[in-house]
């Protein structure tokens, strides 16, 4: 899917979704989809893939492509991997089947709002278990172009906000193969 296709939703139209986004599972969820980004605009869908401690998805480019908002200019490691709301996705999108056009490796069915998933949480997925961290993940001027002005508001203020609709940042904290199709289970860190 190109981001040339995708047909821009007004506000309501958003808001019209929003209920089905707020039934998604709060404990067991489903992973959706795996997208490594292999380069800049590209995307590759898989059915299978391993998260690595120190690569975060193997096959993806987070760790070469850095981050110019760190001195050094290195990857950072509370950003290994972006994790979204598949429900959320395929209202911008327009379709289930979008490809990881958002930019996302990880799009899980499962409820990702401060509230239910608070940073420290871990979620087991296949073999594998990622941590949510604090870093706040964000809509920007790409997922504005992708998917609209008004997408970008949606899921950047009020309660599109409250619920990261934009979705989160995770890690790696024991590496393993996933597949599409895996649980994915929450595991709240102790207060």
Not at 25 to 45: C, F, H, K, S
Not at 103 to 120: F, N, T
Not at 137 to 148: N, Q, T
Not at 161 to 187: C, F, Q, S, W
Request: aromatic share 4%; glycine share 10%; hydrophobic share 40%.
């Amino acid at each position: 899917m190109q981001a040339s296709s995708v047909i821009h939703l007004n506000r309501p139209e958003l808001e019209a979704g929003l209920g089905h986004i707020k039934r998604s599972p709060l404990d067991n969820g489903t992973l959706q989809m795996i997208v490594a980004r292999p380069a800049v605009d590209e995307r590759e869908v898989l059915s299978e893939g391993w998260l690595d401690l120190v690569d975060g998805l193997v096959g993806d480019t987070w760790r070469t492509r850095g981050n110019t908002s760190r001195p050094d200019g290195s990857a950072d490691p509370e950003a290994q991997l972006t994790v979204m709301n598949s429900r959320l996705a395929a209202l911008v999108a327009g379709t289930p089947d979008h490809g990881g056009l958002a930019g996302d490796q990880l799009y899980i069915d499962l409820d990702l709002s401060v509230r239910h998933l608070p940073a420290g949480s871990r979620l087991p997925i296949g073999e594998a278990v990622i941590e949510i961290t604090a870093k706040p993940h964000r809509g920007c001027a790409k997922f504005a172009a992708r998917f609209g002005n008004e997408a970008l508001r949606f899921v950047n203020t009020g309660e599109g906000l409250a619920l990261n609709l934009r979705g989160r940042h995770a890690k790696v904290v024991m590496p393993g193969a996933i597949k599409r199709g895996d649980a994915v289970t929450r595991i709240t860190p102790p207060h």
